[in-house]
């Protein structure tokens, strides 16, 4: 009798589920990722979805041409319906992710597509200076670049799509999407709703873009087209660097490794519920959610108590080794060389699902598996993006320091600290040289839930632009008044 996985069934209860509280049939019967219908929700036809690229840009470049002729005004009245829909239709896309892509949790996606609704910059992050001096008025605008070419992840699908449409159309740009191709219907979903919100609002009828069946020609063809003036690329390395040896200008925002310290002065019950919330959100996707912990070994056991009471499962040196070789597989380079490599099946899965592979059976009142760790423990040197969490042992703030830097790789993207001292926080504060670093807090408050500040989805660490809102999409130009228009 042929039997039927735990995964299989997770995915076709996750599917039936998501169609039900969409009171709709789901776009496509099949589970496998690339045979997803892209092209239509329940029937309705998405907007602007094509199967080839050059026409996906053409498109978008009618649609940025539509709203260089709108005001400033017209342009907000977009992105409010955007932020509107966005947050009425959050659930089905919430749904619609975890079925299509296996990953995260439904609940903390839809949380996601609320913080991208509400915190996202709009038009009043376009800023306007001026000079004036002895020789006249020189007036800085910020101006879109025309049509920006967007790649975006498989973890964060319609978060991304929604959060780079909100900044880039504020800034005045079209845009054409190559999403994740394990996300396609997620992400098409949402530049369907980018587009509709747009032709509610006076805009267009299209000014995002997506393809049918997003490839590596199709990036490749949007990389090198004359239309295309700014590559956005969110995702891991190898995309990142792509996009950089494109000839254009591009936004790379690239994997993490973030590591957390808890020195001896922290709150440590607060920082065991903080890591642990933080570590499980989303199931671990968001690039800047805990990877790996570095405690001072006079608290440690104190915080991996605390851990357990809030859900964590630890396991053994022996358990952790058998786990570390599912949960990563061996990939041949193209130079010969082996490398290990996360194994997808096991990205963003529940904490009980990933034990279940290593025949431990919990239930899913466990949120995430931790273990003691070395420091070159695979679990502490690999971007596993799945509900594990490694705790090495240290001895002081020199060796927290010295190996949490190790670890994040040079990556100099997110990092988190639990301490009471000020003169530890700012010393690893400088020493890591990330982009985000977040104090004692989950690590989603450096993101704006729960933290100060706007939000994004792309962080653009290897390029520069750190937390990207509108006005990383915009170029500068100068325009200037030689001897006049001063009123002084
Ligand atoms: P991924 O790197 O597998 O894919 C990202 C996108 O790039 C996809 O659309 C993919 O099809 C495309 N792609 C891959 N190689 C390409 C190439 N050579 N040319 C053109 N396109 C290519 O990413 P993922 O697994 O979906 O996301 C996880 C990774 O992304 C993690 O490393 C995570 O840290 C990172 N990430 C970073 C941020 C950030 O803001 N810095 C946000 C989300 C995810």
Not at 76 to 82: A, G, N
Not at 274 to 282: E, H, Q, R, S, Y
Not at 357 to 369: F, L, P, Q, S, Y
Not at 386 to 411: Q, T, Y
Request: glycine share 8%.
């Amino acid at each position: 009798m042929a039997t039927i996985s735990e995964e299989e069934i997770r995915r076709i209860v996750a599917s039936v589920v998501s169609g039900m509280a969409a009171k709709k049939a789901m776009p496509a019967e099949s589970t496998k990722a690339a045979e997803w219908d892209s092209t239509q929700y329940h029937g309705r036809r998405l907007i602007g979805i094509y199967s080839d690229m050059n026409e996906a840009i053409e498109n978008a470049n009618a649609g940025y041409r539509a709203v260089r002729a709108m005001t400033v005004e017209q342009r907000e009245k977009i992105i409010t319906e955007i932020r509107r829909l966005t947050r009425e239709e959050a659930p089905i896309m919430a749904e619609l992710g975890v079925a299509e892509t296996g990953m995260g949790k439904v609940e903390h996606k839809r949380l996601k597509h609320i913080l991208v609704a509400d915190k996202t910059p709009g038009t009043e992050d376009i800023v306007s200076s001026a000079k004036t001096g002895d020789s006249g008025l020189t007036l800085i605008e910020m101006a879109p670049f025309g049509v920006v070419g967007a790649i975006t992840p498989s973890t964060n699908p319609s978060e991304t799509v929604i959060c780079n449409s909100i900044g880039m159309i504020a800034a005045g740009n079209g845009v054409v999407f190559n999403p994740h191709p394990n996300a396609i219907a997620t992400s098409n979903y949402a530049v369907d709703l980018v587009n509709r919100a747009c032709k509610a609002a006076g805009g267009p009828d299209i000014l995002v873009c997506s393809m049918v069946k997003p490839t590596l020609e199709s990036a490749a063809v949007m990389q090198s087209h004359p239309f295309i003036r700014l590559l956005v690329c969110t995702g891991g390395p190898g995309v990142v660097k792509a996009v950089l040896s494109s000839g254009k200008k591009a936004i790379g925002a690239g994997a993490g490794n973030p590591p957390v310290i808890v020195d001896d002065t922290a709150d440590v019950k607060k920082a065991a519920k903080d890591i642990i919330d933080g570590c499980t959100f989303d199931n671990n996707l968001p690039c800047i959610a805990e990877k790996e912990v570095f405690a001072f070994d006079s608290i440690a056991d104190q915080l991996i108590a605390g851990m357990k009471e809030n859900g964590a499962y630890q396991i053994t040196a022996e358990q952790a080794a058998r786990l570390a070789s599912v949960v990563l597989v061996e990939k041949k380079g193209k130079d010969g060389r082996v490398s290990k490599i996360v194994n997808r099946d096991c990205v963003g899965r529940d904490a009980d699902v990933i034990l279940d592979k290593i025949g431990i059976k919990v239930g899913k009142e466990v949120r995430c598996i931790i273990c003691e760790a070395e420091f070159n423990h695979d679990f502490v040197q690999h971007e596993l993006m799945m509900p594990i969490l490694p705790i090495v042992r240290v001895s002081d703030i020199d060796e927290a320091i010295d190996l949490a830097v190790k670890a994040e790789h040079g990556n100099r993207h997110t990092a988190h600290m639990h301490s009471k001292n000020i003169d530890n926080l700012s010393r690893f504060a400088k020493a890591v040289e990330t982009t985000i670093f977040v104090k004692n807090a989950p690590s989603y408050a450096g993101i704006g839930f729960g933290g100060e500040g706007h939000t994004t989805f792309t962080i653009a660490g290897p390029t520069g632009e750190g937390i990207t809102s509108a006005r990383s999409f915009t170029r500068q130009r100068r325009c200037v008044m030689a001897d006049s228009f001063r009123i002084i």
